[in-house]
């Protein structure tokens, strides 16, 4: 059963009489379990639905679904699958104590792999998802591979039950199912020779595997240091050989890159970006692999007027693994506006200085940062930094941020998205003043 949260006017849902707290019990006599069955099982044309009211009545109706009309129904969000490892540099072992709860949970979920583009193992796969997967084709999957060799990765994950991942791979891609894959990179674990043996082996799975990434382990001051170390330069840079390596055999044969690594692999190593061109379609992009260039992009793509912001003062808040490389993206973006910004990289004093991702900052470093910034006439913050509720890691709202900064504020991926408009403050004699 899945039940309804919310009916939108104007769809087959709104005219069935279906509401907020309906239950979605069936469809053609199959039980609901999630929004997959939801979605998959209503793209038919012609299917029986059974649904339970809030008030108790049941009701089955058999639909023919109209062309073009949306169903319209938003559901509530499924019980997440947990995590069956237990890797050493997991993201919930490096969080303090006194988070909100749901931060401490281990999602591991091969249905937000193809919803959202999460990264999932495919380790706690009962016989029932694998038959779904490939029933209801979901492609593309976002993987984390980590190794391709069962023992290495078994390590990786801490999970000797892990099954063998090309395996899976191999029997999904049989069925035309496909993957961008990552390898979070540990050094003396999955790098060297076992990082070439996964790349030489997914490469070999051919067209189902998309690409693949290196993403350097991150750690926080709370994570298993005695288990786990971040990569040092020459490490990174000799995972970069392999990896161009790879891309230049992928180039010739493909016509696609294929294997990339993250911008922060590239800034650990102390190398320079490879060019926009290298990123294929930036596929991984919201795995830091090719944000620079990216951005970079977006603003060469900019919208137009964007230069009605000549001579006005931006500053922009982000985590301090990202600021070396943020220059590369402030000058073509004062470039193309004329305005000033000034960078302000942020330590992060919930993490510790260690987390220097700009999606892990706490709303009170950017709360410290603006107190006595009415200088400025706007401040972008990374949009990442907040979840969908507008909920920093440390549960100030965006909210409340605005209301205690004495400087507009808004959440930014890719600057030329927030500065459409000029900030309503500086659109009349300045300077603001503020109790
Ligand atoms: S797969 Fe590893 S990193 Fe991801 S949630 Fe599970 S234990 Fe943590």
């Known amino acids: 059963m899945v039940r309804v949260l919310k009916v939108y006017p104007e ?8 509401r907020e707290g309906t239950e979605l019990m069936s469809i053609n006599g199959r039980s609901l379990e999630d929004f997959l069955d939801w979605e998959f099982l209503t793209a038919e044309d012609w299917f029986l639905l059974h649904v339970r009211q809030p008030d108790g009545e049941e009701i089955e109706f058999d639909i023919e679904r109209p062309e073009g009309l949306p169903m319209g129904v938003e559901l509530e969000r499924p019980r997440v699958r947990r995590c069956a490892n237990r890797c050493d540099f997991c993201f919930v072992d490096g969080l303090p104590a006194g988070l909100r709860e749901t931060l401490y949970i281990r999602d591991d979920d091969y249905r937000l792999s193809f919803k959202y583009g999460n990264f999932a193992t495919l380790t706690n796969l009962k016989p029932w998802d694998v038959d779904r997967i490939v029933e209801y084709r979901l492609s593309p999957l976002y993987v984390s591979v980590h190794a391709t060799d069962v023992m290495a990765r078994r390590h990786v994950l801490r999970n000797p039950l892990a099954p063998d991942i090309m395996e899976q791979l191999r029997h999904f891609g049989s069925f035309g199912i496909q993957f961008h894959t990552q390898i979070v990179m540990s050094p003396g674990v999955n790098d060297g020779e076992v ?18 990434s290196v993403v350097p382990v991150g750690l926080t001051e709370f994570s298993k240091h005695h288990l786990v170390r971040e990569p ?11 990896l161009e390596a790879k891309a230049r055999v992928a180039r010739a044969e493909r016509g696609i890159t294929w294997a990339f690594g993250a911008d922060e692999l590239y800034l650990r190593a102390g190398l320079e970006l490879p060019s926009p061109e290298a990123y294929d379609d930036f596929q991984q992009v919201e795995n830091g692999v090719g944000s620079v260039r990216f951005l970079q992009r977006k603003i060469a793509e900019h919208p137009e007027g ?16 990202m600021a070396p490389l943020m220059p590369l993206v ?3 973006l004062s470039e193309a506006t004329g305005a000033h910004f000034e960078l302000i990289p942020l330590d992060n004093s919930l993490f510790g200085s260690t ?17 006595d910034r009415s200088d400025l006439d706007l401040a972008l913050i990374p949009a990442e930094s907040i979840n969908e509720n507008g909920i920093f890691m440390d549960d100030l709202t965006l909210d409340q941020l605005i209301a205690t900064s004495p400087v507009e504020i808004r959440p930014s991926y890719w600057f030329v998205d927030a500065l459409s408009e000029l900030p309503e403050s500086t659109q ?3 300077p603001r003043e503020f109790s």
């Open 11 to 18: 769809t087959l849902a709104s005219e069935l009489g279906l």
């Open 195 to 212: 990082l070439k043996r996964t790349l030489d082996d997914l490469y070999g799975l051919g067209a189902s595997v998309l690409n693949t």
């Open 232 to 242: 040092r330069a020459e490490e990174c840079r000799a995972a970069i050989d392999l």
């Open 306 to 321: 964007l230069d009605q912001w000549g001579g006005r003062r931006v500053g922009v808040l982000t985590g301090s693994s």
């Open 330 to 332: 402030l000058a073509p």
């Open 355 to 371: 987390v220097t991702c700009a999606g892990l900052l706490p709303g009170s470093a950017f709360q410290a940062a603006l107190r």
């Open 428 to 430: 009349v004699v300045r």
